[in-house]
């Protein structure tokens, strides 16, 4: 089975720093996505790891520890536009494309 | 580049009837994903198409079916809608290589 957990939601201030952590519990493994969703709209992508360590792409950097089936995505100077949904999402490893999503993490970014 | 498209954009229905929405994949994704996102909850994988076959299919009841069209286009079909059917359906589309998943702007599907 699969069991992929986020927190429900979070609350940061503007230009702060925010980690959104992302456990899961997968019968196979083939990379993890972190998506953004803001409200009313498609999720829209962020981040890809498949390997151990940390990816850094401007403000959002996500990290990878596969042996202990944790990752976290990195919000650095925080802006009111980050008021978002964010999914973890882990893609099979038999069915290449098949991916098993979190519930969501809602972030508020208040002033 | 077009994205994923969708269509209805919403759609209502009444408990009992039959729903039908479309998505068309991004030229050249071979592969297509429906997801359902209820209320408050996260995506839930319904349905993967494939080259025109159902691949795999989530934790769902059999009213709840597809197809894949030869130009890889899909149709979602949602039979005897109950209340709780009412939800956000995203289509997505992918291409192997390149990893992730591209999402459409979803059907809001409510039975009323």
């Known amino acids: 089975g699969q069991n992929i957990d986020q927190p429900t939601e979070m609350t940061a201030t503007e230009g702060a720093i925010v980690q959104i952590n992302c456990t899961y519990q997968?019968?196979?493994?083939?990379?993890l996505f972190w998506y953004q969703q803001h409200a009313g709209e498609a999720p829209t992508f962020l981040s890809y790891?498949?390997?151990?360590g940390l990816e850094e792409k401007g403000r959002f950097s996500s990290f990878l520890s596969r042996s202990k089936g944790y990752s976290y995505l990195l919000l650095k100077e925080l802006q009111m536009k980050d008021s978002a949904s964010y999914l973890c999402?882990?893609?099979?490893?038999?069915?290449?494309?098949?991916?098993?999503f979190g519930s969501g993490t809602k972030l508020n970014v208040k002033p | 580049e077009a994205g994923v498209t969708q269509s209805p954009t919403h759609l209502i229905k009444t408990r009992g009837q039959q729903a039908t929405l479309r998505c068309s994949p991004i030229?050249?994704?071979?592969?297509v994903y429906w997801y359902q996102q209820a209320l408050g909850l996260g995506l839930q994988f319904l349905l993967w198409?494939?080259?025109?076959?159902?691949?795999n299919r989530g934790n769902f009841p059999p009213r709840f079916s597809g197809r894949q069209f030869p130009n890889y286009s899909s149709e979602l079909n949602v039979n005897a809608l109950e209340l709780e059917d009412s939800a956000l359906y995203l289509c997505?589309?992918?291409?192997?290589?390149?990893?992730?998943?591209?999402f459409g702007q979803g059907t809001r599907l409510t039975v009323v």
């Open positions: 997505a589309s992918s291409l192997e290589v390149r990893g992730y998943a591209f």
């Open positions: 997968t019968s196979g493994f083939n990379g």
């Open positions: 790891n498949v390997l151990d």
């Open positions: 999402a882990v893609r099979d490893k038999r069915n290449f494309n098949k991916f098993y």
């Open positions: 030229s050249g994704h071979t592969s």
């Open positions: 198409y494939d080259e025109g076959e159902e691949r």
